[in-house]
Nanobody, 125 residues
Framework: EVRLAESGGGLVQTGGSLRLSCQAS????????IGWFRQVPGKERQAVSC????????YMADSVQGRFSISGDNVKGTVYLQMNSLKPEDTAVYYC??????????????????WGQGTQVTVSS
């Protein structure tokens, strides 16, 4: 059974940093890519970043390029999303999700079958 568990969300001031973790278990994560998405009420879930254990490919949304970075630990089966210089518009529930293979150039939420429960990130102005 595929399991994904996010952690690391919280409340931070503008300009602050947070590191989100996505712990994968129950499957051979070496064949998968892990995507990070975020969602605010009333809007669709949007891709933020992606890391592939399969081929090392990555994706970073333009809106977070230069502020966020992603990395993976294939021993721990964990993907980290380091978020720096946070802005109020980064406020959202952040989800990680798994897909077999690699990170596509434009990840879409419907491509991913397995999701974590989400973690809230709130950036105060």
């Amino acid at each position: 059974e595929v399991r994904l568990a996010e952690s690391g969300g919280g409340l931070v001031q503008t300009g602050g940093s947070l590191r989100l973790s996505c712990q994968a278990s129950g499957f051979s994560f070496g064949k998968y890519a892990i995507g990070w998405f975020r969602q605010v009420p009333g809007k669709e879930r949007q891709a933020v970043s992606c890391f592939s254990f399969s081929d090392g490919s990555t994706y970073m949304a333009d809106s977070v390029q230069g502020r966020f970075s992603i990395s993976g630990d294939n021993v721990k089966g964990t993907v980290y999303l380091q978020m720096n210089s946070l802005k109020p518009e980064d406020t959202a529930v952040y989800y990680c999700a798994a897909i077999i293979g690699y990170c596509s150039p434009y990840p879409m939420s419907y491509e991913y079958d397995n999701w974590g429960q989400g973690t809230q990130v709130t950036v105060s102005s």
